[in-house]
């Protein structure tokens, strides 16, 4: 068929963004008919656009408090007929219904007047029907009709008509009818959610009152998710990949997805691993702290007076695993800190932090490769639901979000832990959080002087972090992710001279492992929860 001029176009939008200057190019260059609806009509009024009311084209008033307007056959019918098939076209004249050219709908601002806290009914009263319906009847005659629903797009469409005579192109129809059956995925997707979280929540609560357990995983579940970009590619040049970002994400504020790329090469595969390893393990901290992160494991974590004390410490773990790897500060990064990572000759595939500042970004302007993220702020540890993936299948759990409290601990020894001990107790559980298990973490002075993880038996771990941490063993504390099952794991903690250890017990050789404590004079703290991380 050939590209048919845009004679009649219908026009019914919430964001208003350029729609006059759009209406009037198509009235006036082109003598399109504009009809449309409510709100649209009277903003182009008001510019002096001649606009067709949708009551004229219905006989139809707006109904229901606008409910109904564009529910009828002689919009649907303009929109759907096939304009080389004679029965339609038929039947349109025995009914009097014109063809209608294009239409321009952006849908009601759902997800928008969700996050404002509106009360349900106000939500509900928010879900556009007349718009999806009319994207979707206009999307699916895509051989003769266009259909827009983005104002970006508004002056390409002007540019292409401007080339083709008032006329739009097929490719440009079908590009734009794809963008619809997205678009409308998306808001349906964003309404499910929102409605099954609230559905989920009341049965939740009816469950509970019943003395039950509710889950709270929702069934089905629905995940939209938009393309940020390809990515070079993934854990190995033969595989490709991308990113998305998830578009309902809570958090979404201050979050990697969401962060703003100051300056460098584009991101990876694997620099968004590490990023999130970082980025989750430094979010653990109240304090000034510094995290670097090699292949999704912490080599050094501390916590200072400020951040770049912080950094100091966190590179002189391990220096070596240092270099190459990723860094997450959860305070603003300065100069001085720039100024430290370039004393020690360090390269660093990415840094990210809560901000910079300017004098910060101009050191950078030197290593034009180094990603340089900033998130504008700091999300509370943990995050919402965690989802991975397995073949043919997602697994999804709640995200670590555990609160580390003295106060829920206890003390399975003969000896207590010192203030001073019970401190850095809890800052190597936070640091294990973030290691691959069988994690065992070394601690001393705010500092994680040995890693061990990954492992399959914690023996090699505590061997591996003990090694690491060589003569800052002597008079350190130790964290275990998970109980000790033997005690020979334990053992070599104590012959490297840890003072005290933290574990979540539970096991069924607790008492072992306490006896061998006891012998040795060392303090253990059970936390009752373990944090296990695949």
Not at 87 to 110: P, R, W
Not at 180 to 198: C, H, M, P
Not at 444 to 451: A, D
Not at 526 to 531: P, V
Request: with cysteine.
């Amino acid at each position: 068929m050939d590209n048919p001029k845009v004679k009649r176009v219908l026009i019914s939008v919430t964001d208003k963004t350029g729609v006059a200057e759009f209406a009037s190019a198509l009235n006036k260059e082109f003598g399109a008919e504009i009809i449309s609806t409510g709100g649209t009509a009277r903003a182009l009024a008001e510019q002096g656009i001649a606009v067709t009311a949708i009551e004229a084209v219905t006989e139809f008033p707006e109904m229901m408090d606008g409910r109904v307007k564009t529910l009828h056959p002689r919009v649907h019918g303009g929109l759907l007929a096939k304009r080389d098939n004679a029965g339609h076209m038929g039947q349109a004249a025995e009914h009097g219904i014109a063809m209608i050219d294009m239409v321009v709908v952006n849908l009601y601002a759902f997800t928008k007047t969700v996050e404002s806290g509106a009360d349900f009914a106000t939500c509900i009263e928010n879900i556009d029907i007349g718009g999806p319906s009319m994207l979707r009847s206009a999307a699916k005659n895509f051989e003769s009709v266009a259909v827009v629903t983005d104002p970006a797009s508004y002056d390409t469409i002007l540019a292409e008509m401007r080339l083709n005579e008032g006329a739009t192109t097929l490719a440009t129809r079908r590009a734009l009818a794809l963008k619809v059956f997205q678009t409308t995925n998306a808001y349906d997707g964003s309404i499910a959610r929102w409605l099954e979280e609230k559905l989920a929540g009341e049965d939740a609560a009816a469950t509970e009152a019943n003395g039950e357990t509710a889950s709270t995983f929702v069934d089905p579940l629905s995940l939209s998710l938009t393309k940020v970009q390809d990515l070079r590619y993934g854990e190995n040049p033969h595989q490709s990949a991308a990113f998305y970002r998830r578009d309902d994400y809570a958090l979404a504020d201050f979050s990697l997805a969401y962060a703003k790329k100051l300056q460098g090469k584009e991101l990876s595969y694997n620099n968004y691993l590490d990023l999130d390893a970082a980025w989750t393990a430094v979010r653990e901290f109240v304090e000034p702290a510094c995290v670097i992160v090699k292949h999704l494991t912490p080599c050094g974590v501390c916590v200072a007076e400020n951040v770049t004390q912080a950094y100091k410490s966190a590179h002189e773990c391990d220096p070596v695993s240092a270099f190459g790897g990723v860094m997450a500060f959860n305070r603003k990064v300065d100069a001085s800190v720039v100024t430290e990572i370039f004393n020690n000759g360090q390269f660093v595939e990415a840094i990210i932090a809560p901000e910079f500042d300017a004098d910060a970004l101009t050191l950078y302007e030197e290593k034009p490769n180094t990603r340089v993220l900033s998130t504008g702020g700091i999300n509370a540890p943990g995050g919402e639901v965690e989802y991975r993936s397995v073949e043919g299948g997602v697994l999804c759990m709640d995200a670590d979000t555990a609160q580390e409290s003295p106060v829920e601990f206890s003390v399975a020894t003969k000896r207590q832990p010192t203030e001073e001990e019970m401190e850095q107790l809890i800052f190597a559980w936070k640091v294990c959080k973030s290691v691959k298990s069988n994690a065992i973490v070394l601690a001393k002075g705010g500092i994680s002087v040995g890693v061990g993880g990954g492992q399959p038996n914690r023996v090699n771990s505590a061997k591996i972090a003990v090694s690491q941490a060589g003569d800052e063993a002597q008079g350190s504390v130790a964290a275990s992710d998970a109980f000790f099952p033997f005690r020979d794991g334990f053992d070599v903690l104590a012959q490297a001279g840890v003072s005290a250890v933290i574990q979540p017990g539970g096991s069924m050789r607790d008492a072992e492992v306490i006896e061998a404590a006891d012998e040795q004079g060392i303090a253990m703290v059970f936390t009752g929860h373990r944090h296990f991380r695949h």
